[in-house]
């Protein structure tokens, strides 16, 4: 069953406060595995990069839609 998702900064977020409570717009797309990790998948011409969304982005929320 595929679950749809919205990764969100979180309401305190201190690098940049402008970025609070918004939507994050990263450079690839975000996928949750079947065990509920979160990861970054980036294509890059040939390459494919795949990184843990909490390396990328220390501190998020996830906004589940129905």
Not at 13 to 23: E, H, I, V, W
């Amino acid at each position: 069953m595929r679950k749809k998702f919205k990764i969100m900064y979180p309401r305190r977020y201190d690098p940049d406060p402008t970025l609070s409570g918004k939507q994050y717009k990263g450079k690839g797309m975000v996928v949750m595995n079947s065990e509920g990790v979160f990861f970054e998948v980036t294509f890059d011409g040939f390459y494919t990069h795949i990184q843990k969304l909490s390396e990328v982005l220390p501190k998020y929320d996830v906004c589940w839609k129905n």
